[in-house]
């Protein structure tokens, strides 16, 4: 189902696992910007291509693509994850259905210097682009620091029983 992000330190040489809590004196902003500067926490296989990115239904957090050319909707909580939050991110994610190549290479140029084009190059060195077919599914990442048991169940069965590509990091 979901990642666990730990922290670590490095004490005598050795790595240990640090107990942290975000929730008290840490923003939702504050996530996002160490989500923007260290993608990888997301996941391995999604390059962001814009953060804070309007839609029809307000901003999306973050806005990935991945190297099938899916693109990915992060939504942020700084505290549980609950039952709305899919709601809010299936909203973006119908929106962003109808992005074309234009429209997503647009609000990669407000996210990050350089081309759309040259930055999936970049990332994905054994993808073309060109055959990849873009935006023609979307996948919802919802990040927070615990999870409802109800958005838990929602999850598991949009996954299990229609393929909805959707996981909780927390």
Known sequence: M????KTWQIIDGKLAS???SFRDGYLEYDLEKWLVSNPELIGTDIMLIGEQVNTK???IDLLGIDKSGNTVIIEIKRSE?????LAQAIDYAADVAGWTTEKLSEV????ASGTFTDAFSKAFPDTDLES???NSTQRIVLVGFSIEASLERMITWLS????VNINATV
């Open 160 to 163: 299990d029983s229609f393929g």
């Open 108 to 111: 990669y140029s407000t996210f």
């Open 81 to 85: 994850l609950p039952r709305e939050a």
């Open 2 to 5: 979901g990642t666990e992000i």
């Open 18 to 20: 640090v107990a942290t």
């Open 132 to 134: 990849v077919s873009l």
């Open 57 to 59: 239904s307000g901003p």
